[in-house]
């Protein structure tokens, strides 16, 4: 039982100091995420936290932001279908990047690739978290201040993307560039796959439901 217990414990200290590590890769991304991977200092776990903490810190900003900084229509507000797509994107951003990069010599694996990009979401979290309290605090006329900091949340995690990319599958600034543009254009290509097979199941769903009335009709 002591031996369990203290197994349970090093994996949960292994847990938050790969967390942590976050911390150091948002301000030196070039040698933290090559660290990231090839010294093995963080962890799926860790990424997977900092995933879920995005999408929760996506709806906490819906949610309990003060009414001049977001207002939704919540007669119209689906929460699940505000989450899914940001998940869904994540998920075709990992397998977009890690079937072109393979194409193109690149060094990581899907989950070098989860796992640098869930650690490139940090500053949003980071930067969004104290911006709901900052709402009630602010003024509507005080928005640009807003403004500033949710569009550095962005920026910064897409300067950590494009690190993330130049470390993780060794390339230069350029190659990282141009593999994440084609990342962008394949995640297009599966996006609208994925629509038109959505589509076309749903089409003929309603054709086989329409042939059975149809049937059932006439016999009956």
């Known amino acids: 039982m002591n031996a369990k217990t203290e197994i349970y414990k090093e994996k949960l200290r292994h847990l938050g100091k790969t967390l942590r ?10 040698d933290g995420f090559w660290d ?3 010294e093995k200092r963080g962890s799926i776990g ?11 810190t996506q709806v906490w900003t819906w ?3 003060a009414f001049p ?15 899914l797509p940001s998940a869904v994107l994540f998920f075709i951003w990992c397998i977009a990047n890690w079937s072109l990069t393979t194409l193109m010599d690149g060094k990581g694996r899907l989950s070098h690739i989860y796992m640098a990009s869930a650690y490139a979401l ?12 900052l709402t009630y605090i602010l003024s509507y006329d ?7 900091f949710a569009n550095l949340s962005i920026v910064w995690c897409v300067i950590l993307f494009i690190a993330a990319m130049m470390m993780i599958h060794d390339y230069t600034i350029g190659k990282a560039l141009f593999s994440s543009f084609l990342t962008i254009v394949a995640m297009m290509i599966i996006i609208f796959l994925i629509i038109m097979f959505f589509s076309l199941i749903t089409q003929s769903f309603g054709y086989f439901v329409a042939l059975y009335k149809e049937a059932t009709f006439r016999l009956y």
Not at 48 to 56: D, E, G, H, S, V
Not at 122 to 133: A, K, N, Q, S, Y
């Open 21 to 30: 590590y976050s911390l150091y890769v948002i301000f030196h991304p070039f």
């Open 36 to 38: 990231l991977i090839h």
């Open 46 to 56: 860790a990424a997977t936290i900092i995933f879920i903490m995005m999408l929760l």
């Open 63 to 65: 949610t309990y932001s």
């Open 69 to 83: 900084f977001y207002f939704p229509q919540w007669e119209y507000f689906n929460l699940f279908m505000r989450v």
């Open 122 to 133: 940090t500053p949003f979290i980071l930067i969004r978290i104290p911006l709901i309290f």
């Open 142 to 148: 005080e928005y640009t201040y807003y403004a500033v």
